[in-house]
């Protein structure tokens, strides 16, 4: 009953936050593993996390995370990208109105339907057709509590089901719609559409917010692209 209501929120909203996921010795054992790779120091931000962090790859094959991708993209999803977004004082940013809209790649190849190339931290990065990001999910791992005074997502319910938009089109959409404020503890995980509006404000009274972000795809792209971080057989 349950995956129901869970598919149902995606569909509706374009996204669902999934209570008490992680227990709390799961979030220790990621907390250490990112800790050995960042030397106990704030990262800010750290990509290409299944490939520096086993435990990352070990989490994600769990139950309890499988049990939230394949509703939405069926039992073959796999991840494709994983970051760590780590919050803290001293990197208290603020992010505007946006949707997901790239992916990132092993190489450049240019591809019909595939443009907007771009590279983040020396990696290739390409907007798709819509339909790949229509049928990709996010899942968002919150290893610490969440809420307005240290910068939860803020969403726009629906908006995935908008398509690609235009900023002035994001901009008139976020003047026109309530935003949710995406409150999470910690082991709690966002699932969202890379396609729903969202942002997140400076904290007002800023802690550490530390976020794996992983995306999954349920499809190979087009012969000569590859993800840049996928792991199929893991799924």
Known sequence: MW????RTEIETNGFSICREVLSSDTIKT?????DRVTGQKSAYGVRNLLERLPAIRDLIGTESLRSLV??????????????LFDKVPEAN????WHQDLTIAVKKKV??????????????????????????MLTLRIHLDDTD????????????HAKGRLTPGQSTRLT??????????RAGDVLAMSPLLVHSS??????????????????????PGLEWFESSPTKA
Do not use: M
């Open 93 to 96: 940013w603020g992010v505007p």
């Open 110 to 135: 240019e591809t019909d339907g595939f443009g907007a190339w771009s590279t983040k931290g020396g990696v290739p990065h390409v907007q798709p057709p819509i339909t790949v990001l229509e049928n």
């Open 30 to 34: 990621i907390v250490a593993s990112i």
């Open 70 to 83: 394949e509703p939405i993209l069926g039992p073959k999803g796999f991840p494709v990208r994983a970051i």
């Open 148 to 159: 307005e005074t240290n910068g939860a997502l803020l969403a726009i319910p629906g908006s």
């Open 201 to 222: 404000r400076k904290g007002t009274l800023p802690g550490r917010r530390r976020v794996i972000h992983v995306e999954f795809a349920s499809s190979c792209l087009p």
């Open 3 to 6: 995956q129901e209501i869970y």
């Open 175 to 184: 003047e026109q719609s309530q935003a949710y404020l995406c409150e999470t």
